[in-house]
């Protein structure tokens, strides 16, 4: 297979399937990523040669060498790894596993298109009929339900150091089918592998009976999960990411400012009437330049350079939003209700303020009340006068300035927020718009 690792490539436009990885600590996440890009090929080869052990790959640490950038940044700590495949370009959020980096996980999540959850077999009680799922694989379950991941692919692994493998994997995977039933989760797939053994990952195993499992390798399913459609069909929204001064001569802006990022929602086109949020201007776009500064329309998912029919007040942070028409019915709110994933370690109470982070907009948010908790293993809805580290709920928050948002059932885009501790700097929560 002829793949390749890259930077993010700008010129193949290809929509890429972005992915996330889960599970508990130790469940062969690294094991699996490496297995993934050494077995399609994917890893450069003088990065292969610098991971050989005593002549052996240790596949962990072709994705060690990302936990240095997991530590910084407030709110994007994620590493992402780029690779394709001869039909699918792949980002790979690769998210550690212990329970403290929970708000790594969701950050990846809430913009992933599928997530691979891994079950390790040998913490398990396999024998058993009616076996217990470690309380992590169903906490992360149901973050990814809540965050609207669309495709999920359970990959039960180590399952070449089972003395019966074809038991334990039908024991695990029933209670897997019965646990995604009770708590409403559509499940892909359910494949048996072995990352260490490259079992079903990239290529199926070698005993075509394995586990009296036929069905695709976790590679092949990957490869024909459907990519998240972006909300084009919405009025069009965009974050101001950056403001380029001054122009380069050889475009037409003419000299003015233009406005970059990536459209949230509908699609940028020249001569869209739009209101600066939160300064309520309102003027024309003029122009819209692609990543490559090429003049044309530009689609929720994609970087655009806009350039304005007048010179108004935009800066960092502030969003273009659709004028007239359907568009003006996004009104900004000083109060916003919403269902938040608490990824500190002081808890959440009524009272305290944090900054928000919607698009690239800052906000000062307080608490003004807990909802309901809900409970991680079935989300039912209970009384709480404070969200504990990991815990879940609803909760309402008023606003110093106005954001203009939408549910984020409507647009993942638009309908996220992360609530950031004003002091430590870190991220405290991951908001999603009721
Ligand atoms: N027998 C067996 N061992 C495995 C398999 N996959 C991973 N392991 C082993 O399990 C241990 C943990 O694997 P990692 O890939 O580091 O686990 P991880 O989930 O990335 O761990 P964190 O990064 O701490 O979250 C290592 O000793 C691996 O060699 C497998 O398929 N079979």
């Not at 890009?37 to 072709?62: F, I, P």
């Not at 994997?169 to 559509?186: D, K, P, S, Y």
């Not at 409970?375 to 990991?390: F, M, R």
Request: charged letters at 20%; aromatic letters at 6%; a negative charge.
């Amino acid at each position: 297979m002829n793949t390749t690792v890259s930077s993010p490539p700008s010129a193949d436009t290809r929509p890429a399937l972005k992915f996330i990885t889960c599970g508990s600590v130790d469940d062969g996440k690294s094991t699996l990523i490496g297995r993934l890009l050494v077995d399609s090929k994917a890893v450069l080869q003088d990065h292969l040669a610098g991971v050989q052990r005593q002549g052996e790959t240790d596949l962990a640490l072709l994705t060690d060498g990302l936990s240095a950038e997991r530590e910084q940044g407030i709110t994007i700590d994620v590493a992402y790894r780029y690779f394709n495949t001869e039909t699918r370009k792949f980002i790979i959020g690769d998210a550690p596993g212990h329970e403290q980096y929970t708000r790594n996980m969701v950050t990846a999540a809430s913009s992933a298109d599928a997530a691979v959850v891994l079950v390790d077999a040998t913490k398990l009680d396999w024998r058993n009929a009616d076996l217990k799922l470690l309380a992590q694989t169903r906490r992360h379950s149901l973050l990814l339900k809540l965050l609207r991941v669309p495709s999920i692919v359970f990959a039960v692994n180590k399952l070449d150091a089972i003395e019966d493998p074809t038991l334990a994997f039908t024991h695990i995977r029933n209670a897997l089918t019965e646990f995604a039933a009770t708590a409403g989760l559509t499940v892909t797939a359910t494949v048996p592998v072995s990352a260490l053994k490259g079992w079903n990952v990239v290529e199926a195993a070698a005993d075509a009976h394995w586990c009296s499992y036929s069905g695709p390798t976790l590679l092949d399913l990957l490869e024909h999960l459907p990519v998240t459609p972006a909300d084009v069909s919405l009025p069009v929204s965009f974050p101001v990411q950056w403001v380029e001064k001054f122009s380069s001569s050889s475009d037409t802006s003419q000299g003015r400012r233009v406005f970059w990022g990536r459209v949230a929602t509908g699609e940028m086109t020249v001569g869209q009437a739009v209101k600066v949020m939160p300064s309520g201007l309102s003027a024309n776009v003029a122009q819209v330049l692609d990543h490559a500064r090429n003049p044309k329309s530009v689609a929720a998912g994609h970087s655009a350079g806009i350039v304005l029919d007048r010179e108004v007040d935009v800066s960092r942070g502030d969003w273009l939003l659709a004028a007239g028409g359907e568009g003006d019915t996004l009104t900004a709110e000083r109060s916003i209700r919403a269902t938040v994933a608490w990824l500190d370690d002081e808890p959440l109470v009524a009272g305290r303020v944090y900054w928000a982070l919607h698009g690239h907009r800052w906000v000062k948010a307080k608490v003004q009340r807990i909802v309901h908790k809900l409970d991680i293993h079935t989300l039912a809805e209970e009384e709480a006068t404070q969200l504990e580290p990991n815990a879940i709920g609803h909760i309402e928050l008023a606003l110093q300035e106005p954001l203009a948002t939408r549910p984020f059932a409507e647009s993942r885009a638009l309908g996220a927020l992360v609530l950031v501790d004003t002091a430590s700097h870190k991220t405290s929560g991951a908001l999603l718009v009721a």
